[in-house]
Structures are given as C-alpha cells and as structure tokens.
C-alpha cells in the first residue's frame, strides 16, 4: 500500500494544495511515523524534462495527479515509492517517502540525482543551516533543540575562543542542544550540520546537510514554510552556478574556426588553500564520502597555481578547477552539472572553509 | 673467463650476445641486470616524471596565451584573436627538421598576425632559438598557403615572433638572446633579434610583455607591459590536447578522460576496458581545435590515432582486441584506481624500457673493456683472432 492515500482522479497543480492534503490524512493518522521530505533545485523548464529523466533513470511512473507524481523503483528486491511533486513556482522538484535514509533513499533517488545533470539535492552549507536555527530560534524561543551535530573547519573564519586552529567534528543529544550549540559557537567556534528541532507548534523535525528534511509530528504547512524558505536559498546559488557555461564559439571568415569558451562559477574562501594544502585536498576529494578523480593536474609551488580537471564519478561529468589560494574558478567541460557542481562546493565547505560562499 | 675476442667496433649488443661464449653471456647478464639497470631504472623515472610535469606545464603555458585572445577585452581592444594551435602542423613531417610554432593569434584587419613558441623548462636556450628559426622558415615558405586558411593575405613584414616563458626563466633567455643578436654568427641568430619576450606569472595567472620589448601594434603593446590574464578575463579557453601534447597525457585525457568514464557510467556496458576505435577517433576530432579543414583534421588525427595506439601497446598499456578495440590493461576499475595504475605502469614500463636500452650500451662498453684487457698487445690481439 502507498504511503498516501490519494483517491484516483485527484489533481494537485499548487503545492499547497498537496500540502492541505497531507495535513488532512495526518488528522486522520492515515500517515506514517516519520516523512522523510527532500527538496531539490534543478534546471528542468517544465515538468515534460523531469519526467523523462525519471524515466531515463528508469522510475516507473506509477500515477499522475496533476503536478504530483508517483513513482518507484526497486532497491534490493523492494520496491521503493515516492511522491514527487513539480513545483513551477522554482521549476523544482520535491520528493516525499517513508523509505530508509540508510540505503533505500541512497540507492534510488541519490543514484538518480548524481547521474542527472539537472538536479541536485540541498547541499546545506553549515553557515545556512546556522541562519535556519537561528531564523527560528527568533521567531520560536521556546523551539528546543534535542540533538545536533556540529563542524570546524580548519580555515574556518567562524571566532573560536579556544584553540582556533583545531579542525571539530561533533554530535549531541540532549533537550538543552540549543543552549548547547549556542555555546559551542561561541567557544569552539562550531557549525551546525544535522538538527533536530522541536517546535511549540507541535512541529518536529530532523534536517541534514544532504537536505533531507524529515517530518516527525506537526502541521505539513509549517514545515513546508520552513523547506520553502531553505529552497529559497538555495534557489539563488542555483541560479549563479548555472550562469557557468560551456560553448563552441565558431569564428574566421567563414567560420572556419572554433573554440571551446568555458565560463566559471567561482568559490571564495576567508583564508584560502596553500601549496601545503594541496596533497589533503586531492585525497579528500577523492575520497567515498565525494567521489570525484582528479584526472589531471598541475601544482606550481611559490606562488601558488593549482590546476586540475576533474571527473565526477557519479555522473561521469568533468570539470576543470584553477585556484590561486583564496578563489577557486570552476569550469564546467562540455556540459554544466548541477549536481557535481553542488556537491563540489559541499566539499569545499566541509573540508576547506565552513564560510566559503560562491560569487 | 677464457679468453675471448672483444665486440667489434659497430656491434650491437644483441649481435655480440648472440654468438658470445656462455661465461660471458653470464658475466653480460650480470653486468646489465645488477650494474646498470638497477640505476638507470631510477634514473629514467625521474627523467619521465620531469617530463611528464613540463608537459604539463608546456599545455597550461599554451593556454595562457591563447585564453587572453580568445574574445577578451584585450582581443577586442587590439585586433588579435587566437586562431589554432601547432600552424602548419600538416606541413610539419615533410620535411626532416621541420618545426612549428605552438599557436598563432592574428589580427584580420591589419592582416598580422602573432606566431607564439611556449617553452616551459629553462633548459637550452640555443638549441630553441634554433628551432624558432626553422619554424620560422617554414612560416616563411608557406605565406599564401596560411594566407589562405587565415582568410587574409599574410604578408613577411606584418608577422611576429614571441618567445613566451615561466617568469623565473626569463633572465637566461634574455641573456642568450642579447649574447646571439649583438654577434650573429648563423642563420639562426637573426631570429634572435626579432624575437619579442613574453614572461608568465603564474601567481597571477597573467602574460607580461618584457619591459623592453614591443610590438608593433602600440595598444598591444601598452596593454601586455600591464600584464593581462585571469583578473581580466571572464572565461577560459578550453584547450582538451594539441597534437605535439605527450602521447601518455594525450592518453590519459582522452582514453581515459572521455572513453573510460563514458563506459564507467553505462551501467549496459559490460566491458568497460574495451574501447572502440570509433569512440577514441570521435573525442579526438571532437576536442580537436586545428586549423585544419574537416578532411585534413580527420586525416591527420586518424594517423595519431594509429600512433598513440601503437605508444600504448608498446608500454603494454593497451592490448588490440580485434581491428576496431582496444583494450585497457590494468588492475581496478574506479576511474581514480584505473587513472593511477595506469600512470604507474606508463613510468615503470617506459623507464624499465630506456633503462634496458641504455644498459645494454654501458654493458657492452664494460664487457669490451674487460675483455680487451686479456690482450696486452696488439700482436696478442692479432694472433687471437687468427686462430
């Protein structure tokens, strides 16, 4: 049985629409415990492009209603449902499903997001998640939070009273995680990466840097106020990656010629890489956690030059990186990826700079 | 060891192995496998990383030079525009000796043009200039030819000639270019004064006109003793290989880069190792960025294509599977485990090759010393070799 039930003929064409759905099968408890909810931002003009690249990624489209899909695909013998909505409000797609976070969701709809160029989970970089607790923590001060994990980076430009130069990695559990975290900022100059928040609404949630967003209790729609206000962000960094660009320029008298132009996203960081960097970084960055190669590339100590081109091993994409130390250019070749491009800029915010913004 | 005639002079070392007495084919063995190889393989994997890594930095030099022309404001403000890598590269094996330059900027409404050699080593500076000058001559010699392809008639007097280099190598080459212009003794030193100096600062990622140097063109000229480069630009020139790049990188863009991440992603792909001829020769053509008309690219690429198939073959990189497939020989298959095997075993097994070569040279000059010394006197020698 699906996890929502839907009568047939139903049409959903605004998310709130759907939304006023699932709060009513939540009054009715026809819903599961927990919803895991995973926004994405994407550059698919119309919900024609989406479907066909679930289909290419070989999801069966169960049904349709209206601007909502279901559909499936199998992991390990089971087969495993979500509800995607297109939202044109963003031209981005959200997914509901009660599968496992541990393996389900990663071998169905992650495979499916790193092999497609257009779309792209919510990276969340730890300095957003901060303005996410806090946005709340303002307007909710009795909101608790009951369990974080937290990060340090090691150029990190985030004010820590002690020992600065130490790279942190931390989780708690305990009602005071708000005081908690408040504290760890100010003294160990720490992020937060994972939160799990309860509202006085009666809303509770658990929000990851990978974006998935799960819904524990409490009204759909304020949680969608919040998963609305995070795509928000993220919609803008979006809409400066995809202004990179790879083009065939023809040119001569008779357009005898051609070159390959590449225009760049950039990432700019508070202290910046140096040569001595360069080692970790290149094993970091192809470590299993990011699973990119470095097919390429050129150190020029002194003053430092480092140049790479780099393969995406979930999609196959390339791109090229040039860094002087505090800027990084990123090249798309032959085709942008949103996603490799995303995941890049993760990469760099959890292991470079926790603060590096792109622009 | 019994007495023996020494190699004749001209022999190699297989001829004199061949028909060697069995102790000396031991005594050979030892001194080549023990003495020499264990060296000179240490030697060769220095040498190839080293040149592997100026490789590397050859094409990122080439692509400084051309990125600053390829619709910039300074390709805007001075005329010039990059045309293509390597001119006259289907010209170039006509002749014994014959050199190009590594890419040409030209200004179509001046009919000029910019011929630009890349060198990314300080080592001879003579021996460039020589080759600067033979590529200059073959420019010389094809002047309607390039007329033609440029699109505009490309007169002697409208070309010029740049030298460009890393910024700390600049000094050594001005010096041996002031020492070659102020006494011309050979045809090759008249480049010298013609040749105008391009210095790289890779800090900044910018070209820099050598302070003394001009061209003819004065905005050109202003606007490179500013030095221009990566704060100016918006984008890049995405130059994927040139056909003079090192065949092992040509491989490891290409082949690897583009063929095997291809077939890493079709999940209906059994065999990903296997590369098609047709998929190898389309990302050869569609990275290729010559001035070279459709037929003639295709030509001359299908040519090193055979080539780099036959490079890799030979460093046992590849196996031929049938006429149209290759085949990837290494251990792994994520493309970070493939990419580094394969670069190990490039290194291992060219060093390995040179090493056995040369070895084989010192090993016959040992051996010849060796046994000449059984013969005190040439009448020893003599009445050895008669009977």
């Known amino acids: ?359 | 060891m019994r007495s023996i005639l020494p190699p004749q002079d001209g022999e190699t070392y297989d001829e004199f192995y061949a028909h060697a007495d069995l102790d000396v084919k031991k005594e050979m063995d030892k001194i080549k496998n023990e003495v020499w190889k264990k060296t000179l393989t240490i030697t060769y994997k220095e040498t190839i990383q080293k040149e592997l890594d100026i490789a590397k930095k050859h094409h990122l030099l080439i692509i400084a030079c051309a990125k600053i022309f390829a619709d910039t404001s300074l390709s805007e403000k001075t005329g010039y525009q990059f045309y293509f890598t390597e001119p006259l590269i289907e010209l170039s094996s006509q002749r014994k000796n014959n050199r190009i330059f590594d890419l040409i900027i030209a200004n179509e409404s001046d009919c000029s043009a910019i011929f630009i050699e890349c060198k990314s080593s300080d080592s001879d500076a003579k021996e460039t200039i020589k080759q600067i000058s033979s590529a200059r001559d073959l420019v010389i010699e094809n002047l309607e030819y390039l007329s033609k392809k440029l699109g505009f008639p490309l007169e002697k007097e409208n070309i010029e000639y740049v030298y460009c280099v890393f910024y700390d190598h600049s000094q050594g080459i001005l010096n041996s270019l002031i020492a070659r212009s102020t006494r011309p003794n050979t045809n090759h030193d008249t480049i010298a004064n013609e040749l105008i100096l391009w210095e790289y600062l890779p800090g900044a990622q910018e070209i820099r006109l050598y302070s003394e140097h001009q061209h003819n063109n004065s905005q050109l000229t202003e606007m490179l003793q500013k030095r221009y480069g990566d704060k100016d630009l918006a984008n890049q020139f995405d130059l994927p290989y040139y056909l003079n790049l090192h065949p092992f990188l040509i491989i490891n863009d290409i082949i690897i880069g583009y063929c095997y991440t291809e077939n890493y992603q079709n999940e209906r792909i059994t065999e990903k190792k296997v590369i098609s001829k047709n998929q190898f020769f389309k990302h050869l053509v569609e990275n290729a960025y010559f001035g070279l008309n459709p037929e003639e690219t295709k030509k001359i690429l299908k040519e090193k294509m055979e080539y780099l198939i036959e490079f890799g073959v030979r460093c046992d990189l590849f196996e031929i599977i049938d006429e149209d497939h290759i085949k990837i020989k290494c251990p792994g298959l994520k493309p970070r485990v493939v990419i580094e095997n394969i670069r190990e075993k490039f290194i291992t097994n060219w060093s390995d090759c040179k090493a056995e070569e040369r070895a084989k040279i010192e090993t016959l000059n040992d051996i010849k010393r060796k046994l000449a010394k059984q013969f005190p006197t040439l009448e020893d020698f003599d009445n050895a070799k008669n009977n």
């Open chain 1, 1 to 359: 049985m699906d996890f929502i039930t839907i009568a047939s003929g139903s049409k959903f064409n605004t998310l709130l629409s759907f939304i006023n759905h699932l709060d009513y099968e939540r009054i009715n408890f026809r819903l599961p415990n927990v919803i895991n909810i995973i926004p994405t931002i994407s550059t698919f003009d119309t919900i024609g492009q989406f479907v066909e690249s679930l289909e290419e990624a070989e999801f069966d489209i169960e049904n349709e209603y209206g601007k909502l899909l279901l559909i499936s695909k199998k992991s390990q013998n089971e087969k495993i449902s979500y509800y995607a909505f297109f939202n044109e409000k963003n031209n981005s797609p959200i997914f509901l499903t009660d599968a496992k976070k541990t393996e389900d969701i990663p071998n169905t709809l992650f495979n499916y997001i790193n092999k497609t160029h257009g779309i792209s989970n919510l990276w969340i970089p730890p300095k957003i998640m901060k303005q996410i607790k806090d946005d709340l923590a303002l307007e909710y001060p009795e909101m608790l939070i009951t369990k974080f994990s937290g990060v340090r980076s090691i150029n990190s430009e985030i004010h820590s009273k002690l020992r600065p130069y130490c790279e942190r990695n931390l989780q708690y559990h305990g009602n005071d995680g708000k005081e908690t975290l408040k504290e760890m900022e100010i003294w160990y100059g720490v992020l937060p990466k994972i939160l799990e928040i309860r509202l006085p609404t009666g809303v509770a949630f658990k929000i990851d840097d990978k974006g998935i967003f799960s819904h524990r209790s409490g009204r759909f729609e304020d949680s969608f106020k919040i998963i609305n206000n995070v795509v928000d962000l993220m919609i803008d960094l979006r809409d400066y990656i995809t202004k990179s660009d790879y083009e065939i320029r023809h040119f001569g008298k008779t357009n005898q010629f051609s070159r390959a132009i590449q225009k760049p996203w950039s990432i700019r960081m508070s202290y910046g890489l140096d040569a001595d960097d360069i080692p970790k970084f290149c094993d970091l960055v192809q470590g299993s956690d990011w699973n990119f190669t470095i097919l390429k590339d050129v150190l020029l100590t002194g003053s430092i030059l480092y140049n790479a081109r780099m393969i995406d091993d979930n999609s196959g994409a390339l791109f090229d990186i040039t860094t002087t130390g505090k800027k990084i250019d990123v090249f798309p070749v032959i085709q942008r990826d949103l996603s490799s491009s995303m995941r890049f800029y993760q990469f760099v915010l959890s292991h470079i700079d926790n603060t590096a913004q792109v622009g």
